[in-house]
């Protein structure tokens, strides 16, 4: 049998790992939440110059078979989320609140 002590220093090395990924960030300052919010617009504005033709297309929820559970993929637009996302890193990490020009 385990000692309660034992026990007591085994809880405390399991809370004490699962609080080690916890990690919290320093908040931002005004600036960078500012370049931030630019690179966003930024990165929207280019994803609606690029896929104009997706914006205006009709979502078929007037269809005959809209009623059913599931339309299309689970995964349809991860790689535009991911696109997107990869410019507003590029874009926060060159610091300019644009797309740099290649």
């Known amino acids: 049998m ?9 809880a405390l090395l399991a809370a004490a790992l ?3 990924g ?12 500012e370049t931030l919010q630019a ?3 930024e990165a929207d504005r280019l994803y609606n110059v690029q896929n104009r033709a ?3 297309e009709r979502d078929g929820e007037d269809s005959p078979f809209s009623g059913q ?3 299309g993929l689970p995964s349809d637009g991860l790689a535009d989320r991911y696109s997107h996302e990869r410019l507003v890193d590029d874009c926060v990490r060159h610091g300019t609140g644009t797309q740099p020009t290649p």
């Open 2 to 10: 385990i000692a309660e002590g034992a026990c007591l220093r085994l």
């Open 18 to 20: 699962g609080l080690s």
């Open 22 to 33: 916890c990690g919290f960030s320093p908040p931002m300052s005004p600036a960078d939440r």
């Open 39 to 41: 690179c966003r617009s």
């Open 54 to 56: 997706q914006i205006s």
């Open 69 to 71: 559970a599931q339309r």
